[in-house]
């Protein structure tokens, strides 16, 4: 088994920064790539970003390129966020999935954490 466990979230203003962390523990496999999901109030859980451990590439949705970066040391995946939006607000999941690859369909991922949340307002 693997336990995920997310830190980082909070309060912050538009325009502001944030940075999570997923630290994770138990069955480690180095090849697992590790996702960040986001789900606000009243819709679907959409993928975020993820890392490939093999390639080192990532992945962005479309509205978050440009303003978030992942990123991976060991066991941990940060996900830096910078010039945050109200509509960024969430609660924010990391996940792992037993593959190289990334995906962006929640259905792929094997391992979630507890979600950490994110308020963007002023």
């Known amino acids: 088994q693997l336990e995920l466990v997310e830190s980082g979230g909070g309060l912050v203003q538009p325009g502001g920064s944030l940075r999570l962390s997923c630290a994770a523990s138990g069955f480690i496999k180095e090849y697992y790539a590790r996702g960040w999901f986001r789900q606000a109030p009243g819709k679907a859980r959409e993928a975020v970003s993820c890392?490939?451990?093999?390639?080192?590439s990532s992945k962005y949705a479309d509205s978050v390129r440009g303003r978030f970066t992942i990123s991976r040391d060991k066991n941990t995946v940060y996900l830096q966020m910078n010039s945050l939006k109200p509509e960024d607000t969430a609660v924010y999941f990391c996940?792992?999935?037993?593959?190289?690859?990334?995906?962006?369909?929640?259905?792929?991922?094997?391992?979630w954490g507890q979600g950490t949340q994110v308020t963007v307002s002023s």
């Open positions: 890392i490939e451990t093999t390639r080192g």
């Open positions: 996940a792992a999935r037993s593959s190289f690859d990334c995906s962006d369909s929640r259905n792929d991922y094997n391992y």
